[in-house]
């Protein structure tokens, strides 16, 4: 059927009356966003939905929405035993969030399940957190992270409280698959629905007690309280929880943002709640300068990722992107624990393929194994889950933002990562150094690097045809030099047998000058990525010439 056949299925089928007006608004009035809407099914990938909201089948929407829940309902009654089969469901500060949690809600009991719902806006660490707490098979997130206002998502996680990976991800896709028409969902609760159990504060001490048990310089926290933090939740869950865990650590000096701590899914006051852009952060460099802070932090508006900015020596603030914030921490983390007497063989962290190789040398130093791994955190947690007998993960991180410690949140963490780097400020402080010279001390002992990332928007269906041109082109006519280096190896991620990771749509090209570039699509937004990492103390010059000699295709 063409797009116009089943947008008018939409209009004759059994839509509520607001749907079928918004359908027909959209035909006459955007014919590019109407063709868009109803051109193709919204794909439920192996982490779930994500995309705009709005009316058609390539949209968020409460239909949508309740197909892919009625799949996964089906998925967990004909996979998993047991008579109290619970599933938790957690919700951002978007638009729709919550409507969308309560239909997965009711259409999980309608099928039978036991549900636990958080009674408000509540991280996705924590989400994960829960699943493991309450001894869930399942959860779900409804957040689409960082994305535009105009976007929402639903992430689907398992009993392990880590994403959905193979096999489990690739068979609820094809259950999801089956459902192709609203009037498969049972979306009103029946006789043999199950409880829908409300959750809140129960969970919140639970979690924060854990995250207070990864403390490994209480006694510096205690002398320097009185660094100074401003903190941002841009409108997002991280609002009550991060601030909590930095009073609980016993730092005084915490500023807010108060136009920020507002939850909204308009985010008023940034164009994107993105902490790696910094325009996100304006509004905190602002009270930072005014309040004479010496750290800023902002979480996205799921309060899995952070960002920071310190104090350079010459007390301008500046912003640590993804790669420098988890190498400081893993530098941090590993060298308490090697004081404190807990490193031996069985110890390891956890890097994306895409991240710094700044990590593995840090690792390769303390004598700790380090394990790359797809992009996207669930691989990370795959890895944990894995070796949970057998060994015992310290740390682990990705250069968008994402990092976490320990083992009983399966995902990144930023309330974790928060409490992180304010021990990590006053350990240094105790050293007589800031954040930003810890920072210089690591690149002196490992050797200068610079991280650099491009992408490329390309929207709707040409758009989708152009990214994956482009990585044809790539595949058929790899550079044969980065900056002028010769490429001495080129990975790609389609050929499982040679990388040992699970299939992707993924390239790198590695010089022999330790430069390396990694290109990937998108898997949330209509966008190509382009990832530089450089090497040497020419590193800056180097990642000015990789964006010329990429993005300008």
């Known amino acids: 059927m063409d797009y116009q056949?089943?947008?008018?299925?939409?209009?004759?089928?059994?839509?509520?009356?607001?749907?079928?007006?918004?359908?027909i608004e959209?035909?006459?009035?955007?014919?590019?966003?109407?063709e868009d809407a109803f051109y193709r099914s919204l794909e439920f990938g192996t982490g779930g939905l994500r995309g705009l909201m709005g009316v058609g089948t390539n949209r968020m929407n409460k239909y949508t929405v309740g197909m892919a829940t009625q799949g996964l309902a089906n998925y967990i009654k004909a996979h998993v035993q047991g008579e109290d089969l619970r599933v938790c469901i957690s919700f951002d500060s978007r638009n729709n969030s919550k409507l969308f949690a309560r239909i997965t809600a009711d259409v999980l009991s309608a099928n039978g399940l036991h549900v636990f719902l958080f009674d408000n806006i509540r991280p996705t660490p924590e989400l994960s957190y829960a699943i493991r707490a309450k001894k869930a098979v399942a959860g779900v997130m409804v957040t689409a992270s960082h994305n535009p206002k105009e976007y929402n998502g639903y992430k689907v996680f398992w009993s392990d409280g880590g994403q959905i990976t193979a096999p489990v991800d690739v068979d609820i896709v094809a259950e999801v698959a089956k459902i192709t028409d609203p009037s498969q969902v049972r979306f009103k609760p029946t006789e043999e629905c199950g409880e829908v159990e409300v959750m809140g504060q129960d969970i919140d001490e639970m979690y924060l007690r854990d995250i207070l048990s990864l403390t490994l310089s209480p006694e510096a926290c205690a002398r320097h309280k009185d660094i100074r933090f401003v903190y941002t939740p841009l409108h997002g869950c991280g609002v009550r929880l991060v601030p909590e865990c930095l009073r609980r650590l016993g730092f005084e000096q915490v500023f807010h943002v108060p136009e920020q701590d507002v939850s909204d899914g308009d985010f008023p006051t940034v164009i994107s709640p993105n902490p790696e852009e910094p325009a996100a952060m304006k509004m905190a460099l602002e009270v930072a300068e005014r309040e004479k802070a010496?750290?800023?932090?902002?979480?996205?508006?799921?309060?899995?990722?952070?960002?920071?900015?310190?104090?350079?020596?010459?007390?301008?603030?500046?912003?640590?992107?993804?790669?420098?914030?988890?190498?400081?921490?893993?530098?941090?983390?590993?060298?308490?624990?090697?004081?404190?007497g807990r490193l031996?063989?069985?110890?390891?962290?956890?890097?994306?393929?895409?991240?710094?190789?700044?990590?593995?040398?840090?690792?390769?130093?303390?004598?700790?194994?380090?394990?790359d791994v797809l992009t996207g955190f669930k691989y990370i947690a795959e890895v944990v889950g894995r070796k949970e007998s057998t060994g015992e993960f310290i740390c682990g991180g990705e250069e968008s933002f994402g990092f976490n410690v320990g083992q009983f949140v399966r995902d990144k963490d930023a309330q974790i990562t928060a409490a992180m780097v304010a021990e990590c400020a006053a350990w240094a402080a105790d050293q007589g150094l800031s954040l930003y010279q810890l920072m210089q001390r690591i690149y002196r002992e490992y050797g200068y690097r610079k991280e650099g990332l491009t992408s490329l928007v390309r929207k709707g269906k040409q758009g989708a045809e152009e990214i994956q041109a482009i990585m044809a082109g790539f595949r058929a006519n790899p550079p044969a030099d980065l900056a002028g280096a010769r490429v001495v190896r080129v990975v790609d991620y389609l050929c499982p047998e040679k990388t040992g990771q699970p299939k992707s749509n993924v390239?790198?090209?590695?010089?022999?000058?330790?430069?390396?570039?990694?290109?990937?699509?998108?898997?949330?937004?209509?966008?190509?990525?382009?990832?530089?990492g450089a090497k040497g103390d020419n590193a800056d010059e180097k990642i000015v010439r990789l964006r010329d000699q990429f993005v300008n295709i």
């Open 5 to 23: 056949s089943v947008a008018k299925s939409w209009l004759e089928g059994d839509f509520d009356p607001e749907t079928k007006c918004k359908i």
């Open 26 to 34: 959209l035909r006459n009035t955007d014919p590019a966003g109407f």
């Open 294 to 340: 010496d750290i800023v932090m902002a979480t996205d508006p799921d309060a899995d990722r952070l960002g920071i900015a310190v104090r350079d020596e010459q007390g301008r603030m500046v912003q640590f992107n993804g790669n420098q914030t988890a190498s400081m921490l893993t530098y941090y983390i590993l060298t308490r624990w090697k004081e404190l």
């Open 344 to 371: 031996d063989p069985t110890k390891y962290v956890v890097k994306t393929i895409v991240t710094t190789e700044l990590i593995r040398e840090i690792a390769a130093s303390f004598g700790v194994a380090c394990y």
């Open 507 to 532: 390239l790198q090209f590695f010089s022999e000058a330790g430069d390396v570039v990694s290109v990937r699509p998108s898997g949330t937004e209509p966008k190509i990525k382009f990832y530089f």
